[in-house]
């Protein structure tokens, strides 16, 4: 029986295949390939990362009947609304589970709309659809102003991932994602996924890059009170983050968090404030477009949690310190040409609160069938809650159009 369930599998695993003949909404507007700022999907090559700081859009050319002539000068209407739709599917393999074989077809179904408003102002949303079999809901969604008063400044204002400024996890080649990014240690709300707030970015000619944000530092939660109010106490979070390149294989990063949340009652009349740090480098080694090495690691304090629930009961968890980070390694053998490219990656945390706890070390092969259509094979060693090293094997497909 086990020799026919993993025949069946690697026969799944090879033969998943899911046509389409048409590019996402930027492509379509420029009438552009993907490649010309991905490789593979989604992720950004130098050129698409360009083009999103810039708004989403090409400065030297002009994209034809995007916008409805109304003869109205300060109008920006839209001829066609820019949608796109991003399908993931996989079948999976998990000897941590009971149930061993699964088929995650679709995993995530992703709407998705940008682009410009004005020649400054632009957006960005994306709805899931789909994720993990229920309605997510809304992650990114944001408007971005360029050259504030005419400096080298851009502001974005909504929801976006903290972590943005870092690697962006949702543009990640792998099914396995940057743990180190969503660990929230006790009943803490803040970690660098996502979250509502502002966000300035300066970049200059020599390589530097400066980003500032102040954010509510309760991630995705709902609106409450009276006021309709998402962010449930008085205080924001204050994050930082300085970049430099350094010569043309080179970028080396420092990235700060500085931030203070009410935490909930867990004892009547308690009102404990915990004290949030995060520090950490970041770094990026290429050798052109064939290899890049990412690194990140992070250390967290949290200087007072409250209570962390354990087997026992409840324990009081007070200056609970939290570390890890992520090492991925991409190769594209012909550089934007390649059909296939091959990664491993590590993540690793380490927390007083031991449900945190994380190892795993990840091989991720693709290959591009087509521009928007991308097949992946992938296999992660990983510690399990008990202790011991467990396998998972996921293979599927990306897709957008």
Excluded at 135 to 144: N, P, R, S
Excluded at 296 to 320: E, H, I, K, N, W
Aim: hydrophobic fraction near 40%.
């Amino acid at each position: 029986m086990k020799k026919i369930t993993f025949l069946l599998t690697v026969v799944l695993l090879v033969g998943i295949y899911l046509p389409a003949d048409a590019i996402p909404s930027f492509g379509r507007k420029y009438q552009l390939s993907c490649q010309v700022c991905h490789n593979p999907i989604p992720r950004l090559k130098p050129f698409g990362d360009e083009f999103v700081k810039n708004g989403f859009r090409l400065l030297d050319q002009e994209a034809p009947r995007y916008i409805i002539p109304t003869g109205d000068p300060t109008l920006s209407l839209l001829r066609e609304l820019p949608l796109s739709v991003r399908i993931d599917g996989f079948v999976k393999v998990d000897q941590n589970m009971s149930q061993k074989t699964d088929f995650a077809a679709p995993y995530i179904v992703k709407l998705m709309s940008g682009g410009e408003l004005s020649p400054k102002l632009s957006y960005y949303f994306y709805f899931y659809f789909d994720e993990n079999g229920h309605v997510a809901g809304v992650e990114d969604a944001f408007l971005m102003y360029r050259s504030v008063f005419g400096s080298k400044i851009d502001v974005m204002l909504g929801q976006f991932a903290v972590s943005d400024p870092l690697y962006k996890a949702e543009i990640r080649l792998t099914l396995n994602d940057y743990h180190i990014y969503k660990a929230k240690p006790g009943f803490s709300s803040v970690n660098l996924s996502y979250d509502k707030g502002i966000m300035l970015v300066y970049a200059n000619d020599a390589g530097t890059d400066v980003v500032l944000q102040v954010v509510n530092g309760k991630g995705l939660n709902e609106a409450g009170g009276s006021g309709k109010f998402f962010d449930h106490d008085k205080y924001k979070n204050l994050v930082a983050r300085v970049s430099q390149d350094i010569g043309d294989n080179f970028r080396l990063g420092l990235f700060g968090y500085l931030g203070k949340e009410l935490m909930p009652p867990l004892l009547a009349g308690s009102d404990v404030v915990n004290k949030v740090v995060y520090w950490g480098p970041d770094a990026t080694l290429s050798f052109g477009d064939k290899l890049e090495l990412n690194l990140q690691y992070l250390f967290r304090t949290d200087s007072d949690l409250g209570y962390l629930a354990s087997q026992s009961g409840y324990v009081f968890l007070p200056d609970a310190k939290t570390q890890g980070g992520l090492a991925e390694l991409i190769f594209m053998p012909k550089g934007d040409e390649s059909k296939w490219y091959a990664m491993g990656m590590v993540n690793y945390v380490k927390s007083d609160d031991p449900d945190l706890n994380h190892t795993s070390f990840t091989a991720h092969f693709g290959y591009t069938l087509r521009r928007n259509i991308r097949l992946v094979s992938e296999y992660t060693l990983f510690e399990n809650s008990e202790g011991k090293m467990k396998n998972r094997l996921s293979s599927g497909f990306v897709i957008a159009f």
